[in-house]
Structure formats: C-alpha cells, structure tokens
C-alpha cells in the first residue's frame, strides 16, 4: 500500500512535527484554470511519465511499451486518425489520433527484476526520443477524454490527480507488489475506470470501446470525480480526521480519582528510530537502502573526520612554520644588530689608534 504526502510527517532536533508541502492536494483555483467540458475533450488516450520502473525494455517496462505502441501509430493511418480506417470501428469519425504516449525522462539507474540480471536503460537503443521537451503539466492533461495510468517503480500518487481531471481512465493492470494506493480498494472498474490489461494486449481495443460507448465513458468520469471528492480530497481528508476524534473522544473515559497508572513491565522500544526516513524500516528493522545510507553517512562522516585532523595537522604546520619564521626573522635581526655593534667598536678603535698616532707626532 503506497501513502501520499500528505499523509508523512517527520520530527526535527527539536522535536516538533514537520509536514512537507503536500503534491497530491492541489487547490479547486488551481484545477479550475483547465476544466474543459467533455463535448470539448479530444478522443485521445494521453499518457506522459518519466520511464521507472523494474524493466528496461518494452517487455518489461509498461511506460516503454506504451510509448513505443504510440510511436508506431504514429505512422499507421488506421490509428493515426488520418486514414479513413480510424473512423471505423467506433470513433464516430474522429480524426484524432488514438493515442498519445511519451516519456519525459528516461530514469537512467540500474534496475533488476526477481531472477534476472541486473541492467539499466540504454536510450540510444530505443527508436523514439525522450525528453522534458514531451512534459505537459497534469492540469494541463484534461483536454483528453482519456487518461492511462501506468505505474512506475510503484503505484503513482497521479491518479488522484486524474480523478477529478473529468476524463475517464485508463488503468492499466499492476505488475509491481506495491500496486496500490491507500483508496484503491474503493475502485471498482467499468464503474469509475476501464481496466487495460497489463501487456497492453487489448488497449487499441478498448480506445475504440471508448469512442463508440461515449455516454457510458462520461459516467465513468464523473464516478471518479464523485469518488475522489468523498474519500480522496483535503475536505474528505479533514471530514475523516474529524469523524477519528470525535470516536477517539466519545470512548474516552475519565479515570476515578484513586486510580494510578501501573508501571509497565518492560521498556518497550520505539517502533522506528525517527532518523529513518524510509517507509519499511518500521516493520523489521533497517531495510537495505537504509543500510546503505547508514554506510554513506558513516563514510561521509569519516572523510569529515579526516579532513578535520588534516585541517588540524594544517594548522599545526602553519604554526610550527610561523614559529620558525620569526625565530629566524629574530636571529637574523640579532646578528645584523651584532654586526653593527662590531662594525662600530672597530670604528671607535680606528678612531683612537689614529689619535694616538696623531699625539705622538707632536
């Protein structure tokens, strides 16, 4: 089960409660600025997303998949909407274009799925270009009247978004364990959804359901927006903390004056140290991508360590050098003053020998 944002907290040095910015509750203002009606809406499966996920090929990858399927209808009048095929088959004449898929990033890390080997994603290798160049915002996205969901590394937290987007869609079928999001279980498809299957086998066929079954398609829509606004949205949010506490009190009992609470038997340890940040370190101890930043960190922290005793040893050198420099500056100093001291007392002794010299002639 995969939690939004909005539902992560985390407790600083101090010990107060810090709440990111949540990315999944934008504001009415904001969705209102695109609402475009369904009569409006072009007959196009849109989908944008950046290439996560396990796989590294079409085989393996759904977001590669469906982007290379709309690669090659580009080129096919039939699904292009230019060929006179486009329209058969349900569509009722349409000339857009069946589907419109791209990615946005590439996700250019190592990936490895459950027995096989380890690779990673060669861009050079796929015969479409990727790139910000193919990002629209997703406000932006409810132009379509048909939006896929494709999952990444794992359920993503758009489909919220796309709920109240007014179009209908897409859901292609999970192939990742963490497949769902906290409300999934409330979906239910050809009710607020149509369900693709996960090879993407029977989207061109279901695009076309879609066409020709459009009333059925704007129902769909309005269910999803209907869903998220009573179990999804900040105001339903907000309505079910209200329902906890007002359960949390009405259980509440106030304690007789002679009761004391019992000492617990045992100590009972946190469930989680508040320095993990991941979500599975609560369930059996530090899971392997905290391992691994506990060694960057005790890595990082012996580099500082070091660089603090070399700039220690630095500074040490600096002062030994200072402490010998003026130790020579001050020896110099004393022999040049010896020097003019001799020099003088050699004058001074010339002086007398030539007054002497000079009194003895007389």
């Given at each position: ?29 904001n ?5 475009c ?30 982007a ?94 796309m ?71 900040q ?23 002679w ?32 391992k ?23 500074k040490?050198?600096q002062?030994?050098?200072?402490r ?39």
């Amino acid at each position: 089960m995969v939690f939004p944002k909005t539902f992560s907290h985390q407790v600083n040095k101090e010990g107060e409660v810090e709440i990111d910015e949540p990315r999944d509750l934008f504001t009415q203002e904001n969705f209102k600025k695109f609402e475009c009606d369904w009569a409006d809406k072009q007959e196009t499966a849109f989908f944008r997303g950046t290439a996560t996920g396990g796989g590294t090929t079409r085989e393996t990858n759904q977001r590669l998949a469906i982007a290379w399927q709309s690669f090659e209808w580009e080129s096919s009048p039939e699904h292009n909407g230019k060929g006179s095929s486009s329209s058969d088959g349900g569509g009722g004449g349409s000339t857009d274009p069946l589907l419109d898929a791209a990615i946005v990033g590439w996700n250019l890390r190592d990936k490895k799925i459950a027995g096989q080997e380890m690779r990673f994603l060669d861009p050079t290798t796929i015969p479409f270009k990727g790139g910000r160049e193919n990002f629209t915002p997703i406000y932006q996205q409810s132009k379509f009247k048909y939006l896929v969901y494709v999952e990444g590394h794992c359920a993503a937290c758009r489909y919220g978004f796309m709920m109240r987007l007014g179009s209908v869609i897409l859901k292609v079928t999970s192939r990742c364990v963490a497949d769902s999001m906290w409300y999934f279980p409330l979906l239910q498809p050809w009710v607020d959804h149509v369900p693709i299957k996960a090879d993407l086998s029977d989207l061109e066929e279901k695009i076309r359901w879609c066409r020709s079954h459009d009333d059925e398609c704007r129902k769909m829509a309005g269910a999803a927006a209907k869903l998220y606004e009573k179990f999804v949205s900040q105001d339903a949010a907000l309505d079910y903390v209200e329902m906890l506490s007002h359960e949390i009190n009405s259980r509440y009992r106030i304690p007789p004056t002679w009761w004391t609470p019992s000492a617990a038997l045992v100590d009972i340890p946190p469930p989680y140290s508040q320095e993990f940040k991941c979500n599975t370190c609560s369930r059996e101890g530090k899971c392997t991508r905290c391992k691994a930043d506990d060694a960057d960190r005790l890595e990082r922290e012996k580099k500082l360590e070091k660089k603090k005793e070399d700039t220690a040893e630095d500074k040490k050198r600096q002062e030994k050098r200072a402490r010998e420099s003026i130790l020579k500056r001050a020896k110099a100093k004393k022999k040049k003053q010896q020097e003019e001291e001799d020099h003088q007392q050699q004058q001074r002794q010339q002086q007398l020998e030539a007054e002497k010299a000079s009194s003895s002639e007389w």
